[in-house]
């Protein structure tokens, strides 16, 4: 099965200004989705060939669930070499646990994502809970490990290349704030216009203005007490977010 779209530029008459591809597999899953400059005559721009098996190059090993354990691709454009040719292309892979979740991730540059259980055990994997215990980032042959603490399903200390993040949060377990491993919860702020003393351990942190109709949420981050960035949300009586401000 085939479908395709074009987007047209008017004028004197109109003519494909983008058109783009997709070919699916008889159960309905992505095959193959290619994007042209105008028509498929034209330069094609942006190209995906997806695998849904356990062997991408053999169809016929183990069906994963419909799962995307491969997308060969490429796309033009500028800033880098990298997975920009079409005859080129390059593959980013997915693997899964026995219950469909991803636990490995190799991007098209060759940046991979592991995510392993227990840590240190170097078995693909998650808690029983599904979260994350250790994640390891391999980029340019730089390795970044965190290591993650929960109590229950709740955040509780982020373990980066050995330096720890501890999570704080208020009574209503909203995330309040963000230290050092110096840090403590008498350490959260008070609000967003409070600017941590210097020296105090706060990373980032969030504050909470209830009214009947609207719930006004604020997140601000500190690098040696000076506040590098700062955002609000404000929900409806819903708890529906409005657009947020930075």
Not at 49 to 56: F, L, N, Q
Not at 116 to 127: C, E, F, V
Not at 202 to 220: K, L, S
Not at 221 to 229: E, K, M, P, Q
């Amino acid at each position: 099965m085939t479908k395709s779209r074009e987007e047209d530029q008017g004028g004197a008459s109109w003519a494909p200004k983008q058109t783009t591809t997709w070919d699916y597999f008889a159960n309905g899953n992505l095959n193959v989705l290619n994007t042209y400059n105008g028509t498929t005559a034209a330069t094609k721009v942006e190209s995906h060939t997806v695998a849904y098996t356990a062997d991408p190059a053999n169809t016929a090993s183990t069906y994963l669930n419909g799962n995307r354990t491969q997308d060969s691709f490429f796309m033009l454009g500028a800033g880098t070499t990298a997975c920009r040719f079409a005859a080129s292309p390059c593959n980013a892979t997915y693997t899964y646990d026995p219950r469909d979740r991803v636990v490995k991730e190799t991007k098209g540059d060759g940046t991979s994502t592991t995510y392993t259980n227990p840590a240190g055990s170097g078995t693909l994997g998650l808690d029983p809970s599904g979260n994350i215990v250790r994640e390891e980032i391999v980029s340019s042959g730089v390795t970044t490990t965190r290591d993650y603490t929960y109590s229950g399903n709740q955040l509780q200390k982020v373990t980066t290349n050995g330096a720890d993040s501890l999570y704080w949060y208020n009574d209503d377990g909203d995330l309040w704030c963000v230290t050092s491993n110096a840090g403590s919860k008498a350490n959260c702020p008070i609000s967003a216009q409070t600017t941590p003393p210097h020296g105090r351990p706060t990373q980032c942190g969030v504050t909470f203005r209830r009214a009947p109709r609207r719930v006004r949420d604020r997140w601000a981050s500190w690098s040696s007490s000076t506040r590098s960035d700062h955002t609000f949300e404000t929900r409806d009586g819903l708890a529906r977010a409005r657009p947020r401000k930075n």
